[in-house]
Structures are given as structure tokens and as C-alpha cells.
């Protein structure tokens, strides 16, 4: 604390530190009265008033959502290709970060990062807790998605800045403030590496129609294939006119999840669960502020 000021800077992982007063899992998301809840036992230990903490001004924050899978890791983290808006993709394991200068989206695998920091299966060791996380992990898994904020004045999008400048902003629209992220969050696109293709017969029938497109749009899927998908979409889009690589990249994934099988099924339940989630958990503050 600055004694000159009377200025208090706080970093804290909210999130962890409930679960740690609270011995709760470590997939565990805050809901409104969560947040209620932590923040003022935050006041009480500092003895400040709950009013005047509320008013805190918030410089960087993190927030996202634990989404729980029934296929393998491997199926979605595979299937992530880019995010509309984001200047760079870096891609390490099973974790992807989209960075551009104002803030950053990370996707990676929950369930394998708690295993190697010793956060489930407490109890056993760590040969048992390996052989149990692998289990778990053959037909689940749980991916966490987060939006990371290092210099809130500077953030650029403008419906969330504005919900989350305060302790109190945040509260006052944590329903609306998960819309927001939504809304942020549906902006990664996926393409199929993991299905089979389309049956050869139906590739041969649009091709028996003779059309130049389909001949064409064959081949670039087969290049794509050949080249990776996403290490092409990584390659060329930093290197695209600015003006139109948005659409000539989605052009490209269509194309190429148009010759696989699985009509786009990671996309939809990740679209499907990341609404669910976000639902549950701001619902509190959706009928308090009513």
C-alpha cells in the first residue's frame, strides 16, 4: 500500500482463490453470487468498506469458462484453425493462444494442465493419478477458454471494456458481460482433420458432372490435406491483403470441411456448450437485475 496515496494494488486469481477457501474442484467456474461472495470477503479481510471496494478499478483481468467434452482432447484442439479479429496464432501442444496488441484468447487443455500441476486426484500418487487422468482423458475432456486483458484502459472492444472497468461494473452486468463473451468466443473457426473423408463415390459423382468448380475445389481440398489445413491457414494468413483474408481463409475451411464427415460437430458443440455454460453461470445475476 502507498502510504502517500492511500492507493492498495491487489493482483489475485479470483477464481482460484474461491476454490481454495471453498475445496472445490479445479474445473470450477464462478457464478454471480460466487463473485459477490469472494469480492467482499476481499473487503472484509482488507477492512475496507464493501461500497468503496466495489468501486475498484480494474487493470488487467482474465476471464473465461471451463467446457466439459465427451470426446478426447485430441478431437477439438486438432479441429481449432483461427479467430476472426486476431493478428497471430501460436500453437504449443494442446494450447492455442490468438494474440493481436490489445488482449489475447487462449483454448487449451484443462484437464492436462491441472494433472501436471498435481491438482486432481490429490490423493494418490503420481503413477496412479496418470493412469486415471488417462483414463478419464480416452472419451473426455475439459478445455477452458479465457479472454486476457493486461491493460484494460487500452482494450479495444468496446461492449466489453465498459462492463468490466470496476468491481462493480463487473457485477452490474455479469449476465450481459457473458453474452459478450460469446459473442467474442464464436469467432473461432474449426476445420476436420480427424474425420474421414466423404464417401469416394459422392466425390466421384460431383466430379461426373463435369464442372470446372469441382474438379478445382477437389483439388485444393487434396493440397490442403496434403499441406495441413491449419499449418496453410497459419502460413498464408499473415502474408494475405488485410482487406479480404477473412473471407478468402473461410473460404477455405468451408471448402475443405465440405469433403469431411462429420457435418461440423466439434463446432457446434463447442458453440452449443460454450452458450450453456456462460448461461448457467450468469443466470443469478440475470434475475437480480430484475
Given at each position: 500500500m502507498n502510504a502517500k496515496s492511500g492507493r492498495l494494488s491487489v493482483c489475485q486469481n479470483v477464481r482460484k482463490d474461491f476454490i481454495r477457501i471453498k475445496n472445490l474442484n479445479p474445473f470450477t467456474d464462478l457464478n454471480?453470487?460466487?463473485?459477490?461472495?469472494?469480492?467482499?470477503?476481499?473487503?472484509?479481510?482488507?477492512?475496507?468498506?464493501?461500497?468503496?471496494?466495489?468501486?475498484?478499478?480494474?487493470?488487467?483481468?482474465?476471464?473465461?469458462?471451463?467446457?466439459?467434452?465427451?470426446m478426447n482432447i485430441a478431437s477439438i484442439m486438432s479441429?481449432?484453425?483461427?479467430?476472426?479479429?486476431?493478428?497471430?496464432?501460436?500453437?504449443?501442444?494442446?494450447t492455442v493462444n490468438f494474440k493481436n496488441q490489445k488482449y489475447e484468447v487462449a483454448i487449451y487443455d484443462k484437464l492436462g494442465r491441472e494433472a501436471q500441476q498435481g491438482e486432481v486426484f490429490k490423493g494418490t500418487n503420481k503413477v496412479r493419478r496418470r493412469h486415471l487422468v488417462k483414463k478419464i482423458a480416452k472419451n473426455n475432456s475439459f478445455v477452458r477458454i479465457e479472454l486476457r486483458v493486461k491493460t484494460v484502459s487500452q482494450f479495444n472492444?468496446?461492449?466489453?471494456?465498459?462492463?468490466?472497468?470496476?468491481?462493480?461494473s463487473v457485477?452490474?452486468?455479469?449476465?450481459?458481460?457473458?453474452?459478450?463473451?460469446?459473442?467474442?468466443f464464436v469467432n473461432?473457426?474449426?476445420?476436420d482433420e480427424i474425420s474421414p473423408d466423404i464417401d469416394q463415390y459422392l466425390v466421384k459423382s460431383q466430379l461426373n458432372s463435369k464442372s470446372v468448380k469441382a474438379f478445382n475445389d477437389y483439388l485444393i481440398f487434396?493440397?490442403?490435406?496434403?499441406?495441413?489445413?491449419?499449418?496453410?491457414?497459419?502460413?498464408?494468413?499473415?502474408?494475405?491483403?488485410?482487406?479480404?483474408?477473412?473471407?478468402?481463409?473461410?473460404?477455405?475451411?468451408?471448402?475443405?470441411?465440405?469433403?469431411?464427415?462429420?457435418?461440423?460437430?466439434?463446432?457446434?458443440?463447442?458453440?452449443?456448450?460454450?452458450?450453456?455454460?456462460?448461461?448457467?453461470?450468469?443466470v443469478p445475476a440475470f434475475s437480480s437485475s430484475n
Amino acid at each position: 500500500m502507498n502510504a502517500k496515496s492511500g492507493r492498495l494494488s491487489v493482483c489475485q486469481n479470483v477464481r482460484k482463490d474461491f476454490i481454495r477457501i471453498k475445496n472445490l474442484n479445479p474445473f470450477t467456474d464462478l457464478n454471480y453470487l460466487n463473485f459477490v461472495e469472494i469480492i467482499e470477503m476481499y473487503a472484509r479481510e482488507f477492512g475496507i468498506e464493501k461500497e468503496k471496494f466495489w468501486k475498484a478499478k480494474i487493470t488487467q483481468v482474465e476471464l473465461g469458462v471451463n467446457i466439459r467434452f465427451n470426446m478426447n482432447i485430441a478431437s477439438i484442439m486438432s479441429s481449432v484453425s483461427r479467430m476472426k479479429g486476431m493478428e497471430n496464432t501460436l500453437r504449443i501442444g494442446n494450447t492455442v493462444n490468438f494474440k493481436n496488441q490489445k488482449y489475447e484468447v487462449a483454448i487449451y487443455d484443462k484437464l492436462g494442465r491441472e494433472a501436471q500441476q498435481g491438482e486432481v486426484f490429490k490423493g494418490t500418487n503420481k503413477v496412479r493419478r496418470r493412469h486415471l487422468v488417462k483414463k478419464i482423458a480416452k472419451n473426455n475432456s475439459f478445455v477452458r477458454i479465457e479472454l486476457r486483458v493486461k491493460t484494460v484502459s487500452q482494450f479495444n472492444r468496446a461492449s466489453i471494456k465498459s462492463k468490466i472497468k470496476t468491481l462493480e461494473s463487473v457485477r452490474n452486468n455479469f449476465h450481459s458481460l457473458g453474452e459478450e463473451l460469446y459473442k467474442l468466443f464464436v469467432n473461432i473457426s474449426f476445420v476436420d482433420e480427424i474425420s474421414p473423408d466423404i464417401d469416394q463415390y459422392l466425390v466421384k459423382s460431383q466430379l461426373n458432372s463435369k464442372s470446372v468448380k469441382a474438379f478445382n475445389d477437389y483439388l485444393i481440398f487434396l493440397g490442403l490435406k496434403y499441406f495441413g489445413i491449419k499449418k496453410f491457414v497459419d502460413f498464408a494468413f499473415p502474408i494475405l491483403n488485410t482487406n479480404n483474408r477473412n473471407s478468402y481463409i473461410e473460404k477455405l475451411e468451408n471448402l475443405f470441411n465440405k469433403y469431411k464427415g462429420d457435418n461440423d460437430f466439434v463446432k457446434k458443440e463447442f458453440q452449443r456448450k460454450l452458450s450453456a455454460r456462460i448461461n448457467k453461470l450468469t443466470v443469478p445475476a440475470f434475475s437480480s437485475s430484475n
